[in-house]
């Protein structure tokens, strides 16, 4: 039998104390090679703006935020030839997605967000779907989750070819305690 094994850091709780954490393991997994795209969930730009820098070289990095992101931010992320998206929808929030939304809280807030920046980074023609890339997502502020999927567009999430349909390949890393309200 085939397998691989890689680590996949666990941290006791949410939050943004992770983000160093998570963005030592995300450029631990880009050495292998096979990974070409970084998609990171910032609202602000801050987190981005520090995984652009620390990425710099080892991938293409894409920032997303829903809001506008700080000019100063978004301007550093691009400097370091980071793509930087903002004012953008929330797939998962839309009408008929609350089932699939839950499902991914049941992994974490970070979880559902990678998983969302992938989706928009894919929905934005920023990325190609079906490549495998690394979505990273936090609760409330920075990064506490870090996983590897196929890049989908929303629209193809439960597609009937199954092949169109997302794939969450690897955890990289996530918090263990998912209610943050606690």
């Not at 292998?32 to 995984?51: D, H, L, P, Q």
């Not at 023609?125 to 690394?134: A, R």
């Amino acid at each position: 039998m085939a397998f691989v094994e890689r680590p996949c850091r666990l941290f006791q709780k949410p939050g943004p104390k992770n983000t160093e954490a998570v963005l030592e393991a995300v450029a631990k997994r880009l050495e292998e090679g096979n990974i070409k795209w970084v998609i990171i969930a910032s609202t602000s730009g801050e987190t981005g703006a520090r995984f652009a820098d620390a990425l710099r070289g080892k991938a293409n990095v894409v920032v997303i935020s829903h809001e506008k992101m700080k000019v100063k931010y978004k301007k550093e992320i691009e400097d370091l030839e980071g793509i930087a998206v903002d004012e953008t929808h929330l797939p998962l929030h839309r009408r008929g997605m609350d089932k699939i939304r839950n499902a991914f809280y049941m992994l974490g807030q970070g979880f559902k967000v990678a998983v969302e920046v992938i989706l928009i980074a894919v929905d934005k023609e920023v990325i190609k779907p079906g490549q495998d890339v690394i979505g990273v997502g936090g609760t409330g502020r920075g990064a506490d989750t870090a996983i590897v999927a196929k890049a989908t567009a929303t629209k193809d999430i439960l597609s009937d070819n199954i092949g169109d349909r997302l794939e969450i390949r690897e955890i990289i890393a996530m918090p263990v305690k998912k209610k943050w309200w606690e």
